[in-house]
């Protein structure tokens, strides 16, 4: 069975960073479109970043300049490393990704289980 699995959430001060890691793990013929999600209390979750399987960078506009998104494709990972962060920062982030497991003909949509990021003094 596909597993999609991120790490690297926890506290972090205003103005400091962090690096979130994503692998996706079982089964699997091929990984496509990588991306990072987040939803604070109350709000609906948002696109943060994607990246394709051949490095185009896509980022919300509210992180533009202060994030980074990365993969590598040799291990199925996808990184986010975040910068000059802010308690408007403050979430749980989501890893997705579009997947072809090897049971199946096409890619098929995934979420990891989410890791809280919390930016605070």
């Known amino acids: 069975q596909v597993q999609v699995a991120e790490s690297g959430g926890g506290l972090v001060q205003p103005g400091g960073s962090l690096r979130l890691s994503c692998a996706a793990s079982g089964g699997i013929l091929g990984v496509y479109k990588m991306g990072w999600y987040r939803q604070a209390p109350g709000k609906q979750r948002e696109l943060v970043a994607t990246?394709?399987?051949?490095?185009?960078?896509n980022y919300a506009d509210s992180v533009l300049g202060r994030f980074t998104i990365s993969r590598d494709n040799a291990k199925n990972t996808v990184y986010l490393q975040m910068n000059s962060l802010s308690p408007e920062d403050t979430a749980v982030y989501y890893c997705?990704?579009?997947?072809?497991?090897?049971?199946?003909?096409?890619?098929?949509?995934?979420w990891g289980q989410g890791t809280q990021v919390t930016v605070s003094s």
């Open positions: 997705n990704a579009d997947v072809i497991p090897r049971t199946g003909w096409a890619p098929a949509n995934y």
């Open positions: 990246i394709t399987r051949d490095g185009r960078e």
